[in-house]
């Protein structure tokens, strides 16, 4: 069939579109654009459909929002749009979500395109009138009742949303309904637990006191059936990988993440030389565990799995090495006196350099700054020019993390010298680990802990993204199997959102694909603690408010890229892409509405949605029944590994206990529906959840 311009096929409909005739949000169209020549078809089907309408970007007109704007002169782009819809009894359309294919070939529009190049459409204003004159007779097949015609295209994109129709309606029963009755009752139980906030508050002694009765064996059989069976996926191989693969089946990825965690000791005996060598040999063992964790996740496609750096060093040296980054940082704000963001030479020496713990030490400043100012070499330095510059990944700047004596303390300022052959066990270890990942076509995910060694661990997620996220496949050989490292960004902290926009600068400069995922934060009190014990500021923000504005802005600033690289025309090897991680409901609605009013195509998943097993499964697999790209995080290991993480949870779900016991509500009523019999299952939830 021939094709023709966007501008010529609009000239030549021979009505506009009008609200003459308006669809109800319930029985909206299917829209799904194509970057192709210009084409249309109206698919009808007589199968039932999903009440949620789907959009992909129009690639072309820029909006409001786009963070780049596009000449007038410039020609639009072509595009098609795909309608699959069901004839109704009225008339009128209902909308139908396609199923899952990779087939993205130029010349051959797939569905399942359409329901992978995702953003929920607002209201579609048609005119029956209009619509009648642009169809075409199109043969039927036989023995179906499927027709097809094209008309001219670009027609029916829709206009932004002019209601408060929320775009993603969470439906319970999409996740209850596929669990039995004995784990419904387990649900229920771990439900009412965690809504029982005194309760949570001291679970951590009761268990204390258990294991000095030596009675651990009753408590850990009753967590075992309960908060591990279902906030795990199990200990081992032959489970985990079930329950990744039952995810699959609903469209639900995974991301596998073994769940040891590890923490400063805070007793001045561990930089002694039997700590260190037993720290380097559970790290070792835990490398090891990454590469099994690696191996599990390669049976399911396009999995992650998670990596806690933690694992793979001493926290001790982690605390140690992450030390300068606070007063660092504040010691370049106070330079900086005209707030432009830039240092220069004498600022350098005289503040910033004797932030350091080995800054007193250095014979030449000016080489050190020569160092920094190596890019563009101008007399002046921003912070993303000694992050890149004075990094533990460059040997001429690792004396400058030393600490000029050694009382043994804890808090003493600096590393020590053996901090340095454990950094460099510690980076090797990494690499062998995302090696292996890359290997066996797994994407990385490296976690975040806690604040006082986060400063570290996000150097080694950078240094393992710049070697890589790079644009030759990503860090593998043409056609080889390739991975893709996200580091995860804390927006509970109140510098959470400089940090990751300085990380977005550092990629654009080395030229790396910056992957991110961003969570509100799972250490809040133990944090608020910490700091209002050994008397320092807190590093969380002081309002629910300000977490919820910081993740917010994050989004809307990764989301705004992704969109300006899609519609700039620019190359997408250095797209950013953005895991939205979150089990606030309002959150995702915010994201999703960004989406569709951005025309951000996800084909290629540069915005994917995850929660954590067995939370927010409402949310879930509402994403999951639109296509839209959704994962959940699926811990596993033995019990007494995740303990920690489940108390977490516990504490996770607590904070919000209203959330909680509505959804234990939600529990209760489909195993009242089962055990009797009758009833009709309830989808209606509003999840308030605050995480």
Not at 81 to 101: E, I, K, M
Not at 147 to 164: G, W
Not at 507 to 529: D, I
Request: overall charge neutral.
């Amino acid at each position: 069939m021939p094709t023709c311009s966007f501008s010529s096929a609009l000239a030549a409909l021979p009505h506009p579109l009008t609200a003459s005739t308006r669809l109800p949000f319930s029985k909206q169209p299917l829209l799904a654009a194509y970057a192709l020549p210009t084409r249309l078809s109206f698919i009808q089907h007589s199968r039932p459909a999903s009440t949620a309408a789907l959009l992909a970007r129009n690639a072309g007109a820029p909006t409001a929002h786009s963070p780049r704007s596009v000449s007038a002169a410039a020609p639009p782009k072509a595009a098609a749009v795909s309608l699959v819809a069901r004839r109704g009894v009225s008339g009128s359309f209902q909308p139908r979500v396609p199923a899952v294919s990779r087939d993205t070939t130029p010349d051959a529009v797939s569905p399942a395109s359409a329901a992978r190049a995702v953003a929920l459409s607002p209201d579609v204003s048609i005119d029956a009138a209009a619509v009648s004159g642009m169809l075409a007779a199109s043969p039927v097949s036989e023995g179906t009742t499927t027709t097809t015609t094209t008309i001219n295209s670009s027609a029916l994109l829709p206009p932004p949303a002019t209601d408060s129709t929320p775009l993603l309606q969470p439906d319970p029963t999409l996740a209850l309904g596929k669990q039995g009755m004995l784990k419904l009752i387990s649900l229920w139980f771990v439900y009412r637990a965690c809504g029982n906030t005194a309760l949570v508050r001291v679970a951590p002694a009761i268990l204390k006191v258990f294991e000095r009765l030596h009675l651990s064996w009753l408590s850990n059989a009753v967590i075992r059936r309960t908060f591990f069976a279902w906030f795990c996926a199990g200990e081992k191989e032959r489970e985990i990988v079930h329950t990744m693969r039952q995810l699959k089946e609903s469209g639900i990825g995974s991301i596998l993440d073994y769940s040891s965690e590890a923490d400063i000791s805070e007793d001045g005996d561990a930089a002694s030389a039997s700590a260190r060598a037993q720290a380097n040999v559970k790290a070792d063992a835990l490398a090891k565990e990454y590469f099994h964790g690696m191996h599990m996740a390669s049976q399911v496609p396009r999995a992650f799995a998670a990596i806690k750096i933690t694992g793979l060093a001493d926290p001790e040296v982690l605390y140690r090495l992450s030390m300068p980054y606070r007063p660092l940082r504040a010691a370049f704000e106070a330079a900086d006196h005209d707030k432009d963001g830039r240092v220069d030479f004498t600022q350098f020496k005289d503040v910033v350099l004797p932030a350091m713990p080995g800054g007193s030490r250095v014979a030449s400043p000016s080489g050190i700054f020569s160092m920094v100012d190596a890019n563009n070499n101008d007399g002046l330095v921003d912070w993303v020019d000694i992050q890149m510059a004075l990094g533990m990944d460059n040997p001429l700047a690792r004396p400058l993390y030393l600490r000029t004596t050694s009382t043994g303390g804890i808090d003493e300022y600096g590393a020590i010298e053996s901090d340095i052959e454990d950094y460099e066990r510690m980076i090797s270890r990494a690499r062998a680990v995302v090696q292996q990942a890359a290997n066996q076509g797994v994407r990385a995910m490296i976690d975040a802990e806690h604040t006082y060694f986060q400063p570290m661990i996000d150097h080694v997620a950078l240094v393992m993204q710049r070697e890589f996220n790079t644009p030759a496949s990503d860090g593998a050989a043409p056609g080889a199997p390739s991975t893709l490292v996200f580091n995860t960004y804390q927006m509970y902290r109140a510098d959470a959102y400089q940090r990751m926009t300085d990380d977005f600068e550092r990629s654009q400069r080395e030229g790396w694909r910056f992957a991110s995922k961003l969570v509100r934060g799972a250490y809040m009190e133990m944090e608020r603690e910490r700091a209002a014990r050994l008397g320092y500021p807190s590093p969380i923000n002081a309002t629910l408010e300000a977490t919820h504005d910081c993740y917010n802005r994050g989004v809307r600033f990764l989301v705004d890229r992704i969109a300006g690289v899609q519609q700039g025309g620019e190359a997408a090897a250095l797209s950013p892409v953005l895991f939205v991680a979150t089990h606030n409901n309002e959150s995702v609605e915010r994201a999703l509405q960004l989406v569709r009013d951005l025309r951000v195509d996800t084909t290629n998943e540069p915005i994917m949605f995850g929660q954590l097993l067995g939370m927010q499964d409402a949310t879930s697999y509402a994403l999951a029944k639109e296509n839209l790209p959704i994962y959940k995080y699926v811990p596993y290991g033995s019990l007494e590994e995740v303990l920690p993480y489940l108390i977490r949870r516990a504490q996770e779900n607590s904070a919000v206990a209203e959330s909680i016991l509505k959804e234990s509500s939600f529990v209760l009523r489909e195993i009242t529906r089962r055990a009797i019999g009758t009833g009709r299952k309830d989808s209606s939830v509003s999840s308030t959840s605050s995480l």
